[in-house]
């Protein structure tokens, strides 16, 4: 079980994902943008065990999310997911946000097997990270 952040602004998205990771045995707190969780990035990071962040959504966007997380914590996977916005280049923006240093990518829609996959080995590739530190 993990302790997921999971950041969207599109609340019906946000209640479906939370109920299909709760239902996989982890434990979900969200927000509906990265302002909510820059803002109060101390008591985040020390709770969470992967965030799940939508790439484009009001005030701060996941871009900017993620460099935020990035800067405070390099170690903690971070999943990013976009069905496009107001764009259709949402491969180039997932890829950017992979360069940008995002765990796994996912394309909306996406499959509750593909989302479940994307967390697992995010939290793989952290263990795999801190087992090799030691």
Known sequence: MAKILLI??????REVLCIQ?????????????GSEVLEN?????GWTDLVITDLFMPERDGI????GLRQSCADLPIIVMSGGGRWQEVE????Y???LGATQA????FSRRALLEAVEVALADQ???RAAAC
Do not use: M
């Not at 990771?21 to 943008?33: I, M, Y």
């Not at 990035?41 to 990071?45: R, S, T």
């Not at 900017?64 to 460099?67: F, K």
């Open 8 to 13: 969207d602004d599109d609340e019906a998205l």
């Open 21 to 33: 990771l709760q239902r996989a045995n982890h434990e979900v707190k969200v927000a509906s943008d």
């Open 41 to 45: 990035l101390d008591a985040w990071i």
């Open 64 to 67: 900017e999310t993620l460099r």
């Open 92 to 95: 180039h923006f997932l890829g």
């Open 97 to 99: 946000a992979t360069r």
């Open 106 to 109: 996912l394309q909306k829609p």
């Open 127 to 129: 263990a795999e990270r």
